[in-house]
């Protein structure tokens, strides 16, 4: 999950990062973080796609009507909901919700009905990670809590400086395994277990995961299996 993480967090740090020809910000939103936009391929690189929602200050004219919100609703950050114009830290804590959910398997923001789910969002009711998952490391279950942080203000100052965090977690952890190599045999073996086989030619051989821990960094090994008993997104391939 941390390895889901860190590639969703630089694909939105590439965005919200981006410049005009002039050099000054013109920073895009995803607005529709979820699952669904998430993909990882059999050599464990993360892919966010569809920028079809995106809203970016250059676009000539603005093609969503007033009080209407796109994305998709159970993603939709407090201030959204509220009917505030959507920022990078939406897309923050959009991803906060897709990294709580992979954890725990069910989704943050559920009800019986939209007005249900559109209260829990408004009222930002995020059950705590902690005690749902208690082999999770704490400054890894830290990090998704301050995304999930009902005021932008609060969570990290750029996508980018998340992705920084979990970096640093994931040293700490020194973890033996190469996290994007037990992301692509996860990928595999779902695929097998679907009855979909292996893709062939597949040209992604860097993932930006391998960046994350130096090969100077003490490891220690993971516990047997341990790969296999943690829930996954339900992303596609």
Known sequence: VAAVAVGILRGLAAAHERTGPDGRPVPVVHRDVSPHNVLLTNRGMV???????????????????????????????????????????????????????????????????DYEV???????????????????????????????????????????????????????VQLRKDLHTVLARTVVEARQGLGLGIRTGDPSSATPIAQIVDDNTPRIDLAPNAAHHTPVPQIAS
């Open 47 to 113: 892919k966010l796609i569809d920028f079809g929602l995106a809203l970016t200050p250059d676009r000539p004219t603005e093609t969503t009507e007033p009080g209407i919100v796109k994305g998709k609703m159970s993603y939709l950050a407090p201030e959204i909901v509220g009917g505030r114009r959507p920022i990078p830290e939406s897309d923050q804590f959009a991803c906060g919700s897709v990294l709580w959910e992979a954890l725990v398997g069910r989704k943050l923001f559920d009800g019986s009905t």
């Open 118 to 172: 559109y209260c829990r969002l408004r009222d930002c009711m995020v059950q705590p990670l902690r005690p749902l998952r208690p082999d999770v490391p704490a400054p890894f279950v830290q990090i998704i809590q301050r995304a999930l942080t009902a005021h932008s203000g609060a969570r990290f100052p750029s996508t980018r400086e998340m992705a920084r965090q979990i970096g640093t977690t994931l040293k700490k």
